[in-house]
């Protein structure tokens, strides 16, 4: 029955990707299947880069500056990812203290480079009681930060300010200190040398939904899901995992089922220890976990 079949779809998307009812509604289509993957390709180019810096290895990704904690380590504030019609929304604990390590700062030296640290681009538009609401103004996507338990403490971006001001004032008479950008209303000098990171490629919209059903990593304790280098001639880079779901259940549940990503398609490792792929449109990634018979599945 096809009420059956869409109350199972329901509570598979509940239970691997943790998205709450109220939420799950609004991603209901009239036929009652659930839509993970935005049409809007501006969201998608933000969501690829939010992919790109989120499954980066600790530290690596050039924009993972901050210092105190890395991209990944942001993870373990992260309860659940839900897209949304015009936004990408995430709960966190400390909704402040997650979006103070994603707005923009830029590092000008005296030769005229920069260094961009935090996401490029990405601007406050708005706080509300429970969430802050993040625009990139390059893509004009959005992303929306919740805060899963209370209200927003505004202490945090607040602290952040105020450090920022301090530091200035300090070093006023140098010209490599470190300036925010998501207090501007244009993109600074130093955003727009790193446009390239936003441009939209062949595995844009793969990226996009691999970043929808991020949970599917993430739900699993010391996944340590992360890019590297692709192996085959015809992918672009390599998603490697060490616990969870093995490579053909993660390809598996990716383009079949009630969380497959439209026109998708996978290719299973040909030999034990080869890497899956995952095609969509032009764009390929290579898969790489556990494999099936040690994977270490989420009960």
Request: net charge positive; charged share 25%.
């Amino acid at each position: 029955m096809p009420y059956s079949r869409d109350k199972a779809a329901l509570a598979l998307c509940r239970q691997t990707l943790s998205i709450p009812d109220n939420y799950l509604r609004r991603m209901r289509q009239p036929n009652g299947r659930i839509t993970l993957d935005t049409p809007d390709p501006q969201q998608q180019r933000l969501q690829a880069l939010l992919f790109d810096c989120f499954f980066s290895r600790g530290l690596e990704h050039p924009f993972d500056l901050n210092g105190g904690r890395s991209f990944p380590d942001l993870l373990a504030y992260l309860s659940w990812v839900a897209p949304q019609n015009d936004r990408l929304v995430l709960q966190a604990t400390t909704a402040a203290r997650v979006t103070s390590y994603l707005v923009p700062y830029v590092r000008t030296f005296t030769d005229g480079s920069c260094e961009v640290s935090g996401i490029p681009g990405l601007r406050l538009e708005r706080i509300t009681r429970k969430a802050l609401v993040l625009r990139h103004m390059p893509t004009g996507g959005r992303l929306e930060i919740r805060e899963q338990i209370g209200e927003v403490a505004l202490r945090d971006m607040q602290a952040l300010l105020e450090d920022e001001v301090r530091v200035s004032r300090q070093d006023e008479n140098r010209q490599d200190r470190r300036q925010p950008a998501w207090t501007q209303e244009q993109l600074t000098q130093g955003e727009q040398a790193v446009a390239h990171h936003w441009a939209p490629d062949a595995t844009t919209a793969l990226r996009s939904a691999l970043l929808a059903r991020a949970n599917l990593w993430w739900s699993v304790y010391k996944h340590r899901a992360h890019l590297v280098p692709a192996r085959r001639s015809n992918a672009e880079r390599c998603l490697h995992w060490k616990s969870g779901r093995s490579t053909a259940e993660i390809g598996r549940l990716l383009t079949e089922g009630p969380l497959k990503i439209p026109e998708a398609r996978f290719t299973p490792p040909y030999i034990p220890g080869d890497v899956g792929l995952v095609h969509l449109g032009e764009g390929t990634l290579e898969l790489n976990g556990p494999r099936a018979a040690l994977a270490t599945l989420k009960s």
